[in-house]
């Protein structure tokens, strides 16, 4: 029981120290420079393209890895890849490809010429009753364009840490006692004493005052009035 008490003082000793440095730290605050990262319209070439065709007939998926510049066929179903960019680390995950795509099976059907996004499949889509093509990413060496270096970000430079006034809060009062809000002294001035008021519902005395008798007499009592006999 010694023991466990013992170590819960040591944790509230430690946590109070803790608070302490962290609001001592806090009067002398420096600035600090948030994490570098890429424009969000930068795109890093690759020279390989990832592609994924879906076979309707038979629900059949391929996976193709095709270079820049060549091509690749499934069936009747001619992939050609001009152009390959994914986003750098620093941003959220994406990948685009500019697709060449001729189906020899349905000539009356046009070719697709355009750009698919990994992210956004429904951009671009190749209209086919037979086909489905989706974009899966990019691989490969890095090519043209470059991302280039991060940008350098500076840490913000902050002024002299001062305590805010909130609004609506109490503001400081120049003298006490005054009607700005200073404080109110708990005792009267010895100089100026402040009567006490006689009790709410309280009769007042009818008896009149009594002289005041030299010290060291007894008191005589008052002479009964002949009217009351």
């Given amino acids: 029981m010694m023991k466990l008490w013992s170590d819960r003082v040591l944790l509230c000793g430690t946590a109070g120290m803790i608070l302490l440095a962290g609001i001592s730290?806090?009067?002398?605050?420096?600035?600090?420079?948030?994490p570098a990262?890429?424009?969000a319209a930068t795109w890093q070439g690759q020279s390989q393209a990832v592609v994924r065709?879906?076979?309707?007939?038979d629900a059949h998926?391929?996976?193709?890895?095709?270079p820049v510049g060549g091509s690749?066929?499934?069936?009747g179903l001619s992939v050609g890849?001009?152009?390959?960019?994914?986003?750098?680390?620093?941003?959220a995950a994406d990948a685009g490809a500019l697709l060449h795509l001729k189906d020899s099976s349905d000539p009356q059907r046009p070719p697709f010429d355009g750009w698919m996004l990994a992210q956004e499949p429904s951009v671009a889509t190749y209209g086919s009753p037979l086909y489905d093509v989706r974009v899966v990413s990019c691989a490969g060496a890095p090519t043209a364009p470059q991302a280039g270096p991060?940008?350098?970000?500076?840490?913000?430079?902050?002024?002299?840490?001062?305590?805010p006034v909130e609004e609506g809060g109490d503001a400081p009062a120049s003298q006490p006692g005054s009607a700005s809000g200073g404080p109110v002294p708990l005792a009267p001035d010895s100089h100026n004493p402040i009567p006490?008021?006689?009790?709410?519902?309280?009769?007042?005395?009818?008896?009149?005052a009594m002289p005041a008798q030299p010290s060291g007499q007894p008191l005589s009592p008052p002479e009964a009035d002949p009217g009351l006999e």
């Fill in 25 to 34: 730290g806090a009067r002398a605050a420096t600035g600090v420079a948030p």
């Fill in 81 to 91: 890849v001009e152009a390959c960019v994914s986003r750098p680390q620093t941003l």
């Fill in 72 to 75: 690749a066929t499934y069936h």
């Fill in 53 to 57: 065709v879906l076979d309707r007939l």
């Fill in 37 to 39: 990262m890429y424009p």
């Fill in 150 to 163: 991060l940008p350098v970000v500076k840490a913000p430079v902050l002024a002299s840490a001062e305590v």
């Fill in 196 to 208: 006490l008021a006689p009790p709410s519902g309280a009769a007042p005395s009818l008896a009149p």
């Fill in 61 to 66: 998926l391929e996976l193709l890895t095709i």
